[in-house]
């Protein structure tokens, strides 16, 4: 099974507007740590926001908030007021605490491509 | 503070040659990753490094690829005898797990690799 699966191939949207990529996961490990990167077409990855398993509240930054459903296993980008420039790729990604070894490398989905239109 | 550094940014071989990249984390930081990014899909990770030492080479195709850290520091990536389906953007990341205690990586800007 995928650990970490993206719907979205593709998305447009309306400049201003507000966007929701989905992201869900999949892992028996109690502890883990969810993570958004952006990649523009210049092929940078640039990390975005970070939810702990155990946070309480659902991480904001800046534009930027995840809507984290911990029983859903859903970890959702909203990017408030888009902007042109935040047309990229999206790559929802995950490390699990309790790999072994001290084994922690992300596991990233396939990525959305989002389109903002003027 | 300097980023991942990697090099070449660009690359193209014939099937059967041997190719080699390069990446030099940020300073301090003891975990290396080396990711492989074919077109279309999200980043896959072939190798991780805490300092010197090999963590997890678990994804890594070990008959045609290796890697190495030797002074845990700055890392090479080889490729040999490369096939088409190398393909791919080769990203490197590190992590230091800094005050944010994320473990957020941070990658280089990726060696374009073209097999022809």
């Given amino acids: 099974a995928q650990k970490i699966t993206q719907t979205q191939p593709g998305m447009f949207v309306q400049e201003k507007e507000a ?82 070894g001290g084994a922690d490398g992300l596991t990233f989905g396939k990525g959305t491509h989002l389109i903002i239109q003027p | 503070e300097a980023g991942v550094a990697q090099s070449p940014r660009y690359k193209i071989i014939e099937k059967r040659q041997s190719v080699a990249f ?23 990770l072939l ?20 890697a190495e850290r030797l002074k845990g520091v700055d890392s090479t990536l080889k490729i040999q005898p490369a096939k088409l389906e190398d393909s791919a953007v080769y990203l490197c990341a590190s992590s230091g797990r800094g005050g944010r205690n994320t473990g957020e990586l941070f990658f280089g800007e990726g060696s374009r690799l073209t097999v022809l």
């Fill in chain 1, 19 to 100: 966007v929701t990529l989905d992201c869900t996961y999949d892992t028996s490990d109690p502890s883990y740590g969810l993570f958004w990167y952006k990649q523009p077409s210049s092929g940078e990855m640039i990390f975005l926001i970070y939810q702990g398993s155990y946070d309480q509240q659902n991480a904001t930054e800046g534009r930027y908030s995840l809507n984290f459903q911990k029983a859903r296993k859903s970890a959702n980008l909203v990017i408030s007021a888009s902007q042109l420039g935040d047309s990229a790729m999206y790559f929802c990604a995950m490390r699990e605490d309790y790999s072994g």
């Fill in chain 2, 47 to 66: 190798i991780q490094f805490q300092n010197n030492g090999v963590v997890d080479d678990s994804q890594l195709p070990k008959d045609r690829f290796s």
């Fill in chain 2, 22 to 44: 390069w990446c030099n984390p940020i300073s301090g930081h003891a975990t290396l990753y080396w990711y492989q990014q074919i077109l279309g899909q999200g980043p896959k």
